[in-house]
């Protein structure tokens, strides 16, 4: 059984800083892409940032320079590092792995930032 778990939402206030992880066990296949999107109260689920197999990265504009999504392929674990935080970002955060089978989703973890 997969499971991705997420760990490292909270309340912090802007200009802050938190490290979002999660954790993928289960999982078979070889994983093509990880990423971290969000969903704010009344708006779609949009992509943050998600790393390739290879390595290549990309990130929603709102976020580029600030956030750094790295990965430990090993384990596996993707993480996202946000700095300078806004409450723009304030969302629920779901980490995503892609294989070559199947899109996996994590629970979500919410993060407020304060003004």
């Known amino acids: 059984q997969v499971q991705l778990v997420e760990s490292g939402g909270g309340l912090v206030q802007a200009g802050g800083s938190l490290r979002l992880s999660c954790a993928a066990s289960?999982?078979?296949?070889?994983?093509?892409?990880m990423g971290w999107y969000r969903q704010a109260p009344g708006k779609q689920r949009e992509l943050v940032a998600r790393?390739?197999?290879?390595?290549?990265?990309n990130y929603a504009d709102s976020v580029k320079g600030r956030f750094t999504i790295s990965r430990d392929i090993a384990k596996p674990t993707v993480y996202l590092q946000m700095d300078s935080l806004k409450p723009d970002d304030t969302a629920v955060y779901y980490c995503?792995?892609?294989?070559?089978?199947?899109?996996?989703w994590g629970q979500g973890t919410q993060v407020t930032v304060s003004s």
């Open positions: 995503n792995f892609e294989t070559t089978w199947n899109d996996y």
């Open positions: 289960g999982i078979t296949g070889r994983i093509i892409v």
């Open positions: 790393i390739r197999s290879g390595g290549t990265t």
